[in-house]
């Protein structure tokens, strides 16, 4: 789980004992039920990808509770949702597969899981169906699963769901912008 530069800076700050002893005690390959849960009940996550090149792409996923979802425990899968048609993160999938996902819960009860791995793009999946709004889904086996300590997470409460999260009672809100004259021109149907 750690590559050299890791290591010089916990060899420098006295932390190579604790690194070994978390990875020893939280990281694991494969899901567990309260890891499914925790993913289940997140109304966004941040998605990380880097393009061929390595050049680093993070980005805001959101929708309502159990868009992301624990299939299987060597399986994670979350919908595309129409956006702003740049495919950055999708396209950097495209051309490297390895990820990194960051779930936040920012409730009373605090919490961070962290899962690295590989993920691939998938049209035309049977599970699209129950997922109002998807385009594309998004299938991710992980590599590298681990809680991490949520001290520094602020207590934050949500006061409403976006009213743009796809939702099986009706077609999704299209954003403003959209409609501005300088991109409603190029604006593409949405294609489900």
């Given at each position: 789980?750690?590559h050299a530069?890791n290591?010089e800076?916990?060899?420098?700050?006295g932390?190579?004992?604790?690194?070994?002893?978390l990875?020893e005690k939280l990281?694991r390959e494969?899901?567990?039920?309260?890891?499914?849960?925790f993913?289940?009940a997140q109304?966004?996550?941040?998605?990380?990808?880097?393009d061929?090149?390595?050049r680093?792409?993070?980005?805001?996923?959101?929708?309502?509770p159990?868009f992301?979802r624990v299939?299987?425990?060597d399986l994670?899968v979350?919908?595309?949702?129409d956006?702003?048609g740049?495919f950055?993160?999708?396209?950097?999938?495209r051309?490297?597969?390895?990820?990194?996902?960051?779930?936040?819960?920012m409730?009373?009860?605090?919490?961070?899981l962290?899962?690295?791995?590989t993920?691939q793009?998938?049209e035309n999946?049977p599970?699209l169906?129950g997922?109002?709004?998807g385009?594309l889904?998004?299938?991710v086996?992980?590599?590298d699963?681990?809680?991490?300590?949520?001290?520094?997470?602020?207590?934050?409460e949500m006061?409403?769901?976006?009213?743009y999260a796809?939702?099986?009672?009706?077609?999704?809100?299209e954003?403003?912008?959209?409609?501005?004259?300088m991109?409603?021109?190029v604006?593409?149907?949405r294609r489900?």
């Amino acid at each position: 789980m750690y590559h050299a530069g890791n290591r010089e800076l916990q060899d420098r700050f006295g932390s190579r004992a604790l690194a070994d002893r978390l990875e020893e005690k939280l990281r694991r390959e494969r899901f567990t039920d309260d890891d499914a849960a925790f993913v289940a009940a997140q109304p966004f996550f941040f998605l990380a990808t880097a393009d061929a090149e390595g050049r680093p792409d993070c980005s805001f996923k959101g929708g309502a509770p159990g868009f992301a979802r624990v299939v299987a425990p060597d399986l994670l899968v979350f919908p595309d949702y129409d956006g702003n048609g740049m495919f950055k993160s999708l396209g950097n999938l495209r051309a490297n597969p390895h990820v990194g996902l960051l779930f936040i819960a920012m409730g009373e009860k605090p919490g961070r899981l962290r899962v690295n791995g590989t993920a691939q793009v998938v049209e035309n999946d049977p599970m699209l169906e129950g997922m109002a709004g998807g385009q594309l889904l998004i299938k991710v086996t992980p590599t590298d699963i681990f809680p991490n300590c949520p001290r520094y997470i602020p207590h934050l409460e949500m006061v409403e769901p976006s009213p743009y999260a796809p939702h099986q009672n009706g077609a999704p809100l299209e954003p403003r912008w959209k409609s501005f004259e300088m991109f409603a021109d190029v604006v593409p149907k949405r294609r489900r």
